[in-house]
Nanobody, 118 residues
Framework: VQLVESGGGLVQPGGSLRLSCEASGSFFSTSIDVMGWYHQAPGMQRELVATRSRDGITNYADSVKGRFIISRDNARNTVYLQMNTLGPEDTGMYYC???????????WGQGTQVTVFS
């Protein structure tokens, strides 16, 4: 399974970004159930931000509830992360991950950088 993220960039506080992660590989369609996003701030450990199962069950970290929305297009093997009301604490690398079960951690993308600056 290969995961490719896109959509990171620079944004001012209060702004929005939408991340995308496209999965490929024959194994994906038959065995991957959960996809999600992790955030790694500079000098910090990677933390799970949001997950979504194939049938639509979602989970969010408390820090992003009400601000981030995870969605998924199963037909396109793509998961999205809509990030709103961004703040400096949201700065860091965002990694897409996928697994047969929760939490998503079997397969990883290369990451995409998000920088919130004023």
């Amino acid at each position: 399974v290969q995961l490719v993220e896109s959509g990171g960039g620079l944004v001012q506080p209060g702004g929005s970004l939408r991340l995308s992660c496209e999965a490929s590989g024959s194994f994906f369609s038959t065995s991957i159930d959960v996809m999600g996003w992790y955030h790694q701030a500079p000098g910090m450990q990677r933390e799970l931000v949001a997950t979504r199962s194939r049938d639509g069950i979602t989970n969010y970290a408390d820090s992003v509830k009400g601000r981030f929305i995870i969605s998924r297009d199963n037909a396109r093997n793509t998961v999205y992360l809509q990030m709103n009301t961004l703040g400096p604490e949201d700065t860091g690398m965002y990694y897409c991950s996928a697994s047969p079960s929760y939490p998503p951690s079997a397969f990883w993308g290369q990451g995409t950088q998000v920088t919130v600056f004023s």
